[in-house]
């Protein structure tokens, strides 16, 4: 059930000064998660929908390519640095949500970490890759692509709301 509350939470905030962990499972059960401050939220197709930016180096891609469903983690500002760790740490390497101290739990098919003050259960419809000419403003490309290695970006219906 989703609730109502959501949108009293300053998506901007929650999202770009906050951030959020991405997190999947992958077909053998086994979970990564990573930080996150590019995404959205909004109504797209009449449904309540949240969309994030994953490059395609991330190791945590081929988590949420591989999962119908990925869920959006918010914690409070006492979890900063556990967010840092999170972004800069590839699970490639280590068992980082291990590590992160969070308690991790599956529900309906998605992590959910028990410190989390909301996470968004989120079941994906769509996914493409930004294409270089499709940008309009093209000093975009400089700035954030000088490797072009461009983000996928993944549209997912919110189909849970945990405080």
């Not at 797209?44 to 988590?63: A, C, D, E, N, S």
Request: glycine share 6%; hydrophobic share 35%.
């Amino acid at each position: 059930m989703i609730n109502e509350d959501i949108t009293k939470d300053d998506v901007f905030s929650l999202i770009g000064e906050r951030w959020m962990l991405v997190a999947a499972c992958d077909e053998s059960g086994k979970t990564n998660a990573m930080t996150a401050s590019w995404g959205g939220m909004g109504v797209l197709w009449g449904k309540k929908v949240v969309f994030v930016f994953i490059r395609p180096q991330r190791y945590t891609k081929k988590f949420v390519d591989s999962a119908e469903k990925f869920s959006l983690s918010f914690f409070d500002e006492s979890y900063k640095k556990m967010l840092g760790y999170m972004g800069k740490v590839s699970g490639k390497d280590e068992d980082k949500i291990a590590k992160s101290g969070l308690t991790l739990d599956i529900k309906d098919g998605a992590p959910v970490f028990k410190e989390s003050s909301i996470t968004l259960i989120c079941r994906k419809l769509y996914r493409q890759t930004l294409k270089e000419d499709c940008f309009i403003d093209k000093s975009n490309i400089e700035k954030w692509y000088p490797q072009k290695d461009y983000h996928d970006v993944y549209v997912a219906e919110i189909v849970e709301e945990i405080r």
